[in-house]
C-alpha cells in the first residue's frame, strides 16, 4: 500500500471519528431534554396560540403526530444546542491544510455565522411569527375556525427559520466574496438596486402574502448587505499565502 492511500485511509479513519463524536453529542443532549419534549413544543408553538382566539387551538391529524413532532423539535433544540462542538469536530478534522491567515479569519466567520444564524432565527420567533400570525386571524372569515396541524406548524417555523437565519448571514458572504477577490466593494454599491429588488422577491417567495412579512424579511436583508460592505473595508482582499499549511 503507497503512503498516499494510507493517508487517504487515515483521513477517513479520522473523519469517522469526528462524525460519530458529533453524533453522539447531539444525541446525548436529545436524551438530557427528552422529558421536555411537550414542553419544547409548546414554547415552539406559543406565538401561534397566543394568536387564536379565545379557546382556539392546534390539531394532530396524524395518529403518532402527538409523540412524533415534539420529538423532531426536541431533536431541533439538540442540534443547535450542540451545534458548537459540531463545528469544533468540523474545525479539528480541516484546520491542518489550513494556511495561517486562513485559520485566523475562519474561526470569526463561522462564529460571525452561527451567532447570526440564531439571530436570524429569534428575529423570526420574537418579531416575524406574532406579526404574521395576528395578521392571519385578523383577515380570518367570519364563521371560519383557524386551527393548523401541529405538523404543518413545525414545517412552516422550519422553512421560517431557515429562511431567516440565512438571510441574517447576508454579511459573511459579503465578507467572504470580498476576501477571495470575487467581487469588489465598488461592484457591491453598483448593483445594491439589484438587491434591493431581489430582497423584495425573496421576501414574496419565503414569507406568507401580506406586505408586512415580506417587508420584515426584505429590510433586514438589504441592512445586513450594507453592513456587509462596510465590514468588507476592514477585511479586504486577502494576500497571496506564504506560509506553510498547518502539519
Same mark, same amino acid.
Given at each position: 500500500?503507497?503512503?498516499? =492511500? ?8 479520522? *473523519?469517522r471519528t ?5 453524533? !453522539? ?7 438530557? !431534554?427528552?422529558?421536555?419534549? $411537550?414542553? *419544547? ?6 406565538? *401561534? !396560540?397566543?394568536? *387564536? ?23 431541533l ?5 450542540? !451545534? ?13 491544510g ?5 485559520? $485566523? ?18 428575529? %423570526? ?14 383577515v380570518?372569515?367570519?364563521? /371560519? ?11 412552516? %417555523? ?11 448571514? /447576508? ?17 457591491? $454599491? ?23 412579512? =415580506? ?22 482582499k ?6 506553510a499549511?498547518?502539519?
Open positions: 500500500m503507497t503512503e498516499p =492511500q494510507e493517508t487517504f485511509i487515515s483521513h477517513l479513519i479520522e *473523519l469526528r462524525l460519530i463524536r458529533a453524533i !453522539l453529542a447531539i444525541f446525548v443532549v436529545f436524551v438530557c !431534554l427528552f422529558p421536555w419534549a $411537550k414542553d *419544547l413544543y409548546a414554547m415552539l408553538a406559543h406565538p *401561534l !396560540l397566543a394568536a *387564536l382566539p379565545q379557546g382556539g387551538q392546534m390539531i394532530a391529524t396524524d395518529v403518532v403526530g402527538v409523540f412524533v413532532v415534539p420529538m423532531k423539535v426536541t431533536l433544540v439538540a442540534f443547535l444546542i450542540a !451545534l458548537p462542538y459540531v463545528l469544533y469536530q468540523i474545525w479539528a478534522f480541516v484546520a491542518p489550513l494556511y495561517a491567515h486562513e485559520r $485566523k479569519l475562519v474561526i470569526p466567520l463561522i462564529t460571525a455565522s452561527v451567532l447570526l444564524f440564531f439571530s436570524g432565527m429569534a428575529f %423570526a420567533y420574537l418579531i416575524v411569527f406574532p406579526t404574521i400570525f395576528k395578521f392571519m386571524a385578523a380570518a372569515p367570519a364563521g /371560519v375556525a383557524w386551527m393548523t396541524d401541529i405538523d404543518k406548524y413545525l414545517s412552516f %417555523a422550519l422553512s421560517t427559520f431557515v429562511a431567516f437565519g440565512v438571510t441574517f448571514e /447576508v454579511p459573511v458572504v459579503v465578507i467572504v466574496l470580498v476576501r477571495m477577490g470575487i467581487v469588489s466593494i465598488t461592484k457591491l $454599491k453598483e448593483i445594491r438596486p439589484y438587491v434591493i429588488v431581489g430582497a423584495f422577491v425573496i421576501g414574496a417567495v419565503f414569507t406568507p402574502p401580506d406586505v408586512m412579512s =415580506q417587508i420584515m424579511l426584505a429590510v433586514p436583508l438589504c441592512l445586513l448587505y450594507e453592513l456587509g460592505i462596510v465590514l468588507a473595508r476592514f477585511v479586504g486577502a494576500a497571496p499565502p506564504t506560509e499549511r498547518a502539519e
